[in-house]
């Protein structure tokens, strides 16, 4: 299997390689008129069946893989590192991109499937498709060289014949959602090649009009959407399973995460001027082209080690490789870019201030900022070290100072903006739609010190952290105002269709949505990050107490009462454990029983390392989020942390709106149906001579009416 | 009356910010929390979670000590700087080129506000310079109107 894994790799790069050139070849020869022997057009089919047959020859490869993994075949030196006897079949799945080399080899087999679709879906634009094709197959062609000559996933142990028994996987990717958050982060990395892939060839051949927009928008739109989930995913395994209590902690690989995903919130966005009003075309082009280098980027800083990280486990000298590849792609994009600029001349300019296109540009500003300051704080220890000799920490502290108040600003700008009209927006118009969404920041804001969040109580100061406070009592007002202008927006389109169409609000509300799915899927989108921004700003009410809790002691944080019930050891092939059991009472009440756990793999000798099992008791109002920390060695007695995180499950529950949001917005909208009535022309002959060519039904000069039969957009 | 608004904003956020300093407890528990646990964790220091944690039961020790003397916050941070080297620090504060960290992200996006000021000003003059001289039009409440067309049509699109 090893060999028939390589062969199909060598396979897949001389494919990809012909795909390349003879893609290259034929689109230049098709762009100049010029005559080959063979017709361009039939070497431009045959680049594109190359395209698909090497998505079948890496299909074969990582098939190659999983199956070494699932027959324990440890002659293969990336199985031995990664997996044993005694792993669950589960995980010996996720093994596959658990270290470097099958992580770059799901990377180009997701890269190849991207690129087998697209190639599919050919028949929508063939020559804009074949040019983003042949693009993709030069992406492709840079990850087949890295898994065939640098990062070989089929290499054989030294002698041919393998060990008894592997070293195991890492046991903090010992955990359901590691089966599910890389591959859902690479292909949210990789899908946005698709439309850099588009982008760079739109340019190139100068696409007249904005249709590779609307032919890339589902595209960037599903990339947006896996990226988005596979960010969310890692957070939710940072909290399930490293135990400190949060789930973000700022960490490079995180932030690399991050960027693309904000750059590319900003394409989604600004690309809606250039489909409205025929502007920002060239920032649009260049924010695609950064998403995509702020992709590879990611992955030089996951794999280089050039900045210190959690995520040093696929550390190695591979950097380099990324770095000349991050230099070509940039050369690329900015020769292709002066080369065609003059393509790209907006037919519109912003002529106020106060208008969706202001508001468009303003997010954009503000989304590049964040992303930005995410950089900026990622890289300035190489650059302190350089400048000063010293490397510094950038941490949370760094990013809550700087990040928060330029995400509060963004979650401003994602209530203003749909309030304002395209061009400019009347003084009436907007007292008419800001009144309610100020009304209800300033009920909320008096409602919260209400119920007792004040910056200023005596229990802030002592916590130390007053900013903190003020930040999040801010986010949720205005989390509230910008709810109130999204609902807002919805009444109002569905009372208009309720006066056209008679039906009740809620029919009415789903029909506007299904009219314009984009639009009220965006309000959506919105909804849902508003509702996460409510959730983030629950941490800055964190609470934590660390107790030795003997049989029968208790504690009691944030309105619970934890009594522990008893504690012990347990042991499996593959790893020993500790754990206690905890009743939760809450209001004298039992609720639950949790059993936070510690375990220690000793099958694995390469990664060996306790790792925490969180137990957590959830409810919209808080988590209680207990961990087993250890034990004291004096006497033996478990030593638990606990934790009390307000409003964490509100981040859950708005990613979920989010995805909701997305597959609105994906789904097309309803269309014009028509039907024909006929109706007596006034030029029409007497309905006696009927025309007999028409089948003796319509007679010649009647007028087709088309009459809505359905909702029209 | 504007002026009077903006100054009473400004004494409120004053005076937020100045909070929080002022008890023993909160001064320990945000420095913690501009200290990193330094047995590699790459935890803050009071959120390190690490039983029997090599590290952070000396940082705090050392942390108490300092508050305990009156030191000031530069001079605390100056001296697990000097011990325990650069990185215990959770955010660049030692000021020289340590500031510049804090001052770039502001810089992009105030040069970014900037930039897209002078360009809404250089188009807008482009773009009556450019045009011809629009007529009157004698509509006597063109807004009213305008606002009542986009009311009427919005919904779909």
Not at chain 2, 44 to 49: A, D, F, R, T, V
Request: hydrophobic share 50%; proline share 5%.
């Amino acid at each position: 299997m090893p060999f028939f894994g390589s062969v199909s790799l060598l396979l897949a790069l001389a494919l990809s390689v012909y795909t390349l050139l003879a893609g290259t070849l034929s689109l230049w020869a098709i762009a100049h008129g010029r005559a080959l022997a063979i017709a361009p057009e039939r070497i431009r089919e045959t680049a594109r069946r190359a395209g698909i047959a090497s998505f079948v020859a890496v299909t074969a490869a990582a098939f190659a893989l999983v199956w070494a993994f699932f027959t324990n075949d440890f002659s293969v030196d990336y199985v031995l590192h990664h997996s044993s006897i005694a792993l669950p079949g589960f995980y010996k799945f996720s093994s596959i991109w658990s270290g470097q080399e099958g992580s770059l080899l799901l990377w180009a087999w997701l890269l190849a499937a991207y690129g087998f679709v697209l190639r599919i879906r050919h028949k929508t634009d063939i020559t804009l498709h074949a040019y983003a094709s042949t693009i993709l197959s030069g992406v492709q062609i840079f990850f087949l060289l890295l898994v065939n000559f640098i990062a070989l996933p089929f290499a054989i142990v030294p002698g041919g014949v393998g060990p008894a028994d592997g070293f195991g996987l890492n046991p903090l990717l010992q955990y359901a959602e590691m089966v599910i958050h890389p591959p859902m982060l690479y292909l949210g990395y990789v899908g946005f090649a698709v439309p850099f892939a588009f982008a760079l060839g739109a340019l190139m051949m100068r696409y007249p009009g904005e249709k590779w927009i609307q032919i890339t928008r589902r595209w960037t739109m599903v990339a947006w959407l896996f990226l988005t989930c596979g960010i969310i995913l890692g957070m939710h395994w940072a909290y399930a399973v490293l135990g400190w209590g949060g789930y973000w902690g700022w960490d490079p690989v995180e932030n690399a995460s991050l960027m693309p995903w904000l750059t590319g919130t900003a394409f989604l966005h600004s690309v809606m001027m250039q489909e409205k009003r025929g502007m920002m075309k060239g920032w649009n082009v260049w924010l695609i082209f950064i998403t995509f280098i702020l992709t590879i980027l990611g992955t030089l800083l996951t794999r280089s080690g050039l900045v210190s990280s959690v995520h040093a486990f696929a550390e190695s000298d591979i950097g380099t490789w990324f770095v000349w590849f991050l230099v070509l792609v940039m050369a690329v994009c900015l020769f292709t870019f002066l080369y065609n600029r003059d393509h790209l001349r907006n037919e519109n300019h912003l002529e106020s201030l106060v208008s969706r296109e202001s508001s468009f540009l303003f997010n954009n500003l503000v989304l590049l900022a964040a992303c930005f300051t995410v950089l900026w704080g990622t890289l300035f220890p190489v650059l302190s070290e350089f400048v000063q000799g010293s490397k510094v920490t950038m941490g949370a502290p760094f990013y809550n100072r700087v990040a928060v108040p330029i995400g509060i600003f963004l979650l401003f700008l994602t209530g203003v903006g749909p309030l304002l009209a395209w061009r400019s927006t009347s003084l009436r118009a907007i007292r008419r739609n800001f009144v309610l969404p100020c009304i209800a920041i300033i009920v909320t804001t008096i409602v919260l010190i209400i119920a007792g969040v004040r910056p200023w109580s005596a229990e802030n100061q002592a916590s130390g952290d007053v900013g903190s406070s003020i930040y999040a009592l801010v986010c949720i007002a205005l989390g509230v105002g910008v709810i109130t202008a999204i609902v807002a927006e919805f009444l109002r389109g569905a009372n208009v269709v309720h006066t056209q169409t008679g039906k009740n609000l809620v029919a009415s509300t789903i029909l506007l949505t299904r009219r314009n799915t984009r639009r009220y899927g965006g309000y959506l989108i919105h909804f849902g990050v508003v509702i996460m921004f409510i959730g983030l700003a629950g941490s800055a009410f964190n609470q934590s107490r660390e107790s030795e809790m003997s049989f029968g002691d208790s504690i009691n944080l944030g309105g619970y009462k934890v009594v522990c019930q008893s504690y012990s050891e347990d042991s499996n092939p593959n790893y020993d454990s500790q754990f206690a059991l905890l009743d939760v009472y809450h209001n004298g009440k039992k609720i639950t029983r949790l059993a936070p756990e510690r375990r220690v793999y000793f099958v694995n000798t390469d990664h060996a390392q306790p790792s925490t099992v969180v137990a957590i008791h959830s409810s919209l109002q808080n988590d209680l989020y207990v961990v087993f920390e250890g034990t004291n060695p004096d006497n033996d007695k478990p030593i638990i942390k606990f934790f009390i995180n307000p409003l964490v499950n509100w981040i859950w529950v708005g990613v979920v709106i989010v995805i909701f949001g997305t597959f609105i917005a994906l789904v097309p909208p309803l269309k014009t149906a028509t039907r024909r009535v006929e109706v007596p022309s006034p030029l029409a002959p007497d309905p006696t001579r009927m025309d007999p060519a028409l089948g003796g039904g319509l007679a010649r000069g009647s007028v087709p009416l088309t009459a809505p039969e359905g909702p029209h957009v | 009356m504007y002026k009077r608004a903006l100054q009473l904003i400004l004494i409120v956020f004053v005076a937020f910010t100045m909070l929080g300093a002022s008890t023993p407890t909160g001064r320990f528990n945000r420095l913690g929390h501009d200290l990193v646990c330094t047995c590699g964790c790459a935890e803050i220091l009071l959120e390190c979670n690490h039983t029997s944690c090599p590290a952070s039961p000396g940082e705090i020790a050392d942390l108490h000590a300092q508050i305990d003397s009156g030191a000031s916050d530069a001079a605390i941070f100056k001296f697990f700087a000097a011990k325990y080297g650069p990185t215990v620090l959770a955010e660049p504060v030692r000021g020289g080129f340590d500031t510049v960290a804090w001052i770039g992200p502001f810089a992009f996006l105030l040069l970014g506000i900037a930039l897209i000021l002078l360009l809404l000003r250089l188009w807008k003059a482009r773009h009556a310079r450019l045009a011809p001289a629009a007529p009157e039009i004698p509509t006597p409440n063109a807004d009213a109107l305008r606002d009542r067309i986009r009311d009427e049509t919005n919904y779909g699109e």
